[in-house]
């Protein structure tokens, strides 16, 4: 008994800020997905951000720093998983570049990054998942986020697990890997643009007849189901987490109604 | 000199390189001598029949007419039935081409060739390409007095005359017979890449065909 | 032409405000990105060709002084002349003198970014040169007084119900009953124009694809065939391009134009694609009499062996912009000078100063699909990320973002600060929604809720939440 337990793979979660402070189900969804893959879970409380904002907007510095204290905290752990393409995409692919040519930290980071896995394509690819144990009646779409499709190669994962969902029907959005209008602090500094790669989204959203969005990046959720909301519309909108761990009673990103 | 000396010396600087490195020199003058052999794609590689009929199904995709003619006798009167099939007078534009010239136009009484480049009046000329690339169904033409270049832009219908034997797989072979025909690092004035007849999407992204060029490129091939 | 770069973001309100530019840009979506996807498709060595052809660039880049000097020497070689300018005004004096020494009135102009870069046409009107553009999309634009909006479809920004009330005024011959409402007529009407243009012109300009080491040949590639008119009729032809465009041999050229078409229209092969060496040979019946080379700089050099170098592989297919959703928004001319898209986005900087052009990189998602779709491997979100990093040292953003970001940063580097702080403001600002679960206004968030609804916090955050289920589970165990 203890002999097997000291063989499961220990993860450690980064949680992401987002979805620490919006949807806390999405972490909770993860720790239970990982876990039924048959590995343990820490969640280091020393983490905060991966760092996207500072380095998106030219702050190598602070991204530096920020990312020191993510390595600091996760590195000890077999692997390192994010319930965000984006934000894994970030520790994985940009992390290095931070620490080009200092000694001290090069192998201590690219030791890290070689562990961090999104959480789809962990379950999927790391872990062998195949069996979901979840139920959702309702016909959904799926938008690929673009770090996650373009950085780390995530797509045909969640289709595959979402597949297993019992009662789930998938219908494919048109133009799935066009980017919704996110992009972090852009859709702020230039909100107009934002919105009109967000109206065109959601607008293929709506005709896709799906009740439900699905996706794995919250910053994209929170801007689409944001959208959709403002425009009165009926699409409900998820983390893909919450599907595949089947909790889904929670009301859906951006409330009910 | 002086912008050539400017100019050459920030590049220099930017590199930080000096430009009398003698290894960097051979470096480079051994890859001008001999450039290394770059990926081909497997689509022209093919015995002579099927390379010959990729080019065929490849020009005509691209919206060239392509007609097989059995030997060099019989260009004329496939000229001639062209212009009859498209209503247009019964007259060409001909360079000095030794090949083209060899061959029995005066068995088509009513056709008059109109030799020298094209003053921009012609309906319709002919030419004879230097060879074609079966990768991409593209004529290969070299200018001069044999086959003036103006006669593959300014005649509303461009008749290419091209040999079986001319066609190749990929580009990279027709450069090669290129160099042999011109010397190495030595070129005609103009060679032409031509696939498929004049066209532009400029208005709306709609493809129209009969922009400045041809609005029509009819190849004749002739097996061997 | 005049950098409206800074007013990127009123050019881009403006753009999203233009009913009719928005429809015409619908085309570049429909047009462009399927017959790109089944032109790469169809050929299954399209990846080991663009590893072969950045490979090809990096070594030339890496390499550039000397393949310029064997390429001069073949041009000169071939008879032609090679006229070295180090900036956009060394290269309008050179063009405008050798345009004198021939009395140049007329000019004819194959489409050249490069010629725009210097402003070629407004300074040929200043000194009494007639520049007639022959490329259907630019002859459409030089009538409206514009610039090009795109860098393979000047004209894309506009319909075809424009281009026909353009015609009518400017072709004063055009009888009013005539037919112009499809492209087909339009298209009619501009060839029959334009063939006279080019027998009247005594000089014809193109720009250049690719220039070639081992024979000294330019390589243009159209559809159309004006830029092989424009060079084979008037007496002159001038090239026009930039260092950058040296390719070894032409077998490297070879390599590149099997990315080249397929990433720009989705085309196997360009309808012409035309190598010119020198001008015409004795005996030749056709053919320039001259041929020169304008050889620019313009701030490329600069580039070199600075992480912008990358950059200089770029071979101006378009596929950036034609996959890029801000592109698609707002369209070319919101970017406010030559170069649009997210190759305009790096580009422009170093040829303008990211002070003027600060916005472009900023105004982009990072989604990636430029650079999954440039044929040359460009890195472009990575330079536009180094553009911020250059503005951020300068202190350029504005002081509001940089507050905000120092702020958050401060947090974010002490993990103990940033959790109480959470604690204590997200449940606050759950309860706030009372319940409806998403705000439509809130204080300084009104750059997200001006279009939609900020999705409230669900309560507590996960640390507090993880916390007490720890405690209770503890509390279960004991």
């Known amino acids: 008994m203890t002999q097997q337990k000291v063989t499961k793979p220990r993860v450690g979660l980064f949680v992401t800020c987002l979805v620490d402070l919006f949807r806390p189900v999405v972490g909770f969804a993860a720790v239970k997905l990982i876990e039924d893959s048959g590995c343990t879970v820490d969640i280091p409380m020393a983490q905060t951000c991966c760092g996207q904002p500072a380095y998106n907007s030219g702050d190598r510095k602070d991204t530096r720093a920020i990312a020191q204290n993510t390595i600091e905290a996760f590195e000890e752990y077999d692997y390192i998983v994010a319930p965000s393409g984006s934000c894994a995409g970030m520790l994985k692919k940009h992390y290095p570049g931070l620490f080009k040519g200092d000694p001290a930290w090069e192998p201590r980071v690219a030791a890290f990054s070689a562990k961090v896995h999104e959480l789809v394509s962990f379950l999927a690819d790391v872990r062998g998942v195949s069996d979901i144990d979840a139920r959702l009646d309702g016909t959904v779409t799926y938008h690929d986020s673009c770090s996650g499709l373009r950085e780390l190669g995530i797509r045909a994962q969640p289709r595959a697990l979402l597949g297993q969902v019992d009662g789930l029907t998938l219908r494919e959005l048109p133009d799935s890997d066009v980017c919704c209008g996110f992009g972090g602090t852009f859709c702020v500094k230039y909100s107009d643009i934002s919105n009109a790669i967000v109206s065109e989204k959601t607008s293929k959203i709506e005709a896709s007849g799906a009740d439900l969005l699905l996706a794995g990046d919250l910053g994209c959720l929170m801007n689409m189901a944001g959208k959709l909301k403002r425009q009165g519309s009926s699409v409900e909108t998820r983390h893909v987490a919450e599907v595949l761990a089947g909790m889904t009673d929670q009301p859906p990103i951006g409330g009910r109604g | 000199m002086s912008g050539r000396q400017a100019i050459l010396s920030k590049v220099r600087a930017s590199l930080a390189e000096t430009g009398d490195d003698a290894a960097r020199r051979a470096v480079v003058e051994a890859r001008l001598a001999k450039p290394p052999k770059g990926v081909i794609p497997a689509r022209g590689k093919l015995p002579d029949d099927a390379r010959v009929d990729l080019f065929e199904t490849l020009a005509t995709k691209f919206a060239a007419t392509v007609e097989r003619v059995r030997s060099p006798a019989d260009v004329p009167k496939a000229v001639a039935a062209y212009l009859r099939a498209k209503n247009l007078p019964a007259a060409v534009r001909v360079g000095a081409d030794k090949r083209l010239a060899a061959m029995p ?14 003053d921009g009046d012609d309906e319709a000329g002919v030419s004879h390409a230097f060879g074609g690339i079966a990768e991409t169904g593209t004529l290969v033409m070299t200018s001069g007095k044999d086959n003036p270049s103006t006669i593959n832009f300014l005649p509303e219908h461009h008749i290419v005359v091209v040999e079986a034997a001319d066609i190749d797989g990929d580009m990279e072979s027709v450069l090669a017979k290129v160099r042999k025909k011109y010397g ?41 | 032409m005049q950098i409206t770069s800074p007013e990127f973001k009123s050019n881009s309100r403006a753009a999203l405000a233009d009913a009719q530019l ?62 070295w300018c180090q900036t956009a005004e060394d290269a309008r004096q050179a063009i405008l003198a050798i345009c004198r020494s021939v009395d140049a009135r007329v000019v004819t102009k194959g489409k050249s970014m490069i010629t725009e870069e210097i402003a070629l046409n407004e300074f040929f009107e200043k000194n009494g040169i007639a520049p007639v553009e022959t490329d259907l999309g630019e002859y459409i634009i030089q009538l409206r007084g514009e610039h090009p909006s795109h860098i393979i479809a000047p004209a894309v920004h506009l319909n075809k119900e424009q281009v026909e009330e353009d015609f009518r005024r400017v072709h004063d011959h055009l009888a009013p009953g005539r037919d112009l409402t499809e492209p087909e007529a339009l298209l009619n009407e501009a060839r029959r124009v334009l063939r006279s243009r080019y027998f009247e012109a005594d000089v014809g300009i193109t720009g250049a694809n690719f220039l070639v080491a081992e024979t000294g040949s330019s390589i243009i590639v ?24 040296v390719v070894p041999t032409l077998d490297d050229a070879a390599q590149i134009l099997r990315l080249l078409a397929r990433s720009a229209t989705g085309q196997d092969m360009s309808v012409y694609t035309t190598v010119s060496t020198g001008p015409r040979r004795p005996g030749d019946p056709d053919g320039p009499e001259e041929y020169h080379v304008i050889l620019l700089d313009n701030g490329r050099s600069a580039m070199l062996g600075t992480e912008f170098q990358d950059m200089l592989r770029c071979i101006r297919c378009g596929a950036c912009m034609n996959h890029c959703p801000v592109y698609h928004a707002v369209g070319g001319h919101a970017y406010g000078w030559v170069y649009p898209g997210p190759m305009g986005a790096v580009l422009t900087p170093s040829l ?16 990636g699909r430029c650079e999954s779709v440039c044929p040359m491997r460009i890195p472009l979100p990575k330079m536009m990320r180094h553009w911020r990093e250059r503005e951020f040292e300068r202190g350029l953003n ?11 940063a401060f947090f974010a580097k002490r993990p103990r600060l940033y959790r109480f702080a959470a604690a204590m403001g997200i449940p606050a600002l759950g309860m706030f929604s009372f319940g409806k679960g998403r705000f439509s206004w809130l204080p300084f968030a009104g750059g997200w809720t001006r279009h939609r609804e900020l999705p409230a916090p669900e309560g507590r955050t996960f640390m507090q939440q993880l916390r007490e289920r720890d405690a209770v589970m503890k509390q279960a165990a004991r």
């Open chain 2, 105 to 118: 136009w005066d068995r088509e009484k009513a056709l008059e060739i109109r030799s020298g480049p094209s």
């Open chain 3, 22 to 83: 928005q429809k015409a840009l619908s085309n570049v979506r429909s047009g462009f990105i399927d017959k790109r996807l089944k032109a790469v498709a169809d050929l299954p060595e399209f990846e080991r060709l663009r590893d072969s052809a950045k490979a090809i660039k990096d070594h030339v880049l890496s390499n550039l002084d000397l393949y310029l000097e064997a390429y001069e020497g073949k041009v000169l070689a071939a008879g032609g002349k090679v006229h």
């Open chain 2, 184 to 224: 190495r690092g030595k070129m005609p004035r103009t060679l032409n890449f031509i696939t498929g007849p004049s066209r532009s999407g400029d208005i709306e992204q709609k493809i129209i065909l009969g922009a400045h060029g041809p609005r029509a490129l009819h190849i004749i091939l002739v097996d061997g």
């Open chain 3, 222 to 245: 159209t559809n159309e065939g004006n830029g092989d008119l424009t060079q084979i009729l008037p007496k002159v032809h001038i090239v026009v391009a930039s260092i950058e465009k």
């Open chain 3, 398 to 408: 504005p002081a509001v973002a940089r507050y905000g970001l120092k702020t958050w």
């Open chain 3, 352 to 367: 303008i100063g990211v002070d003027k052009g600060g916005h472009l990189p900023n105004a982009s998602t990072f989604c």
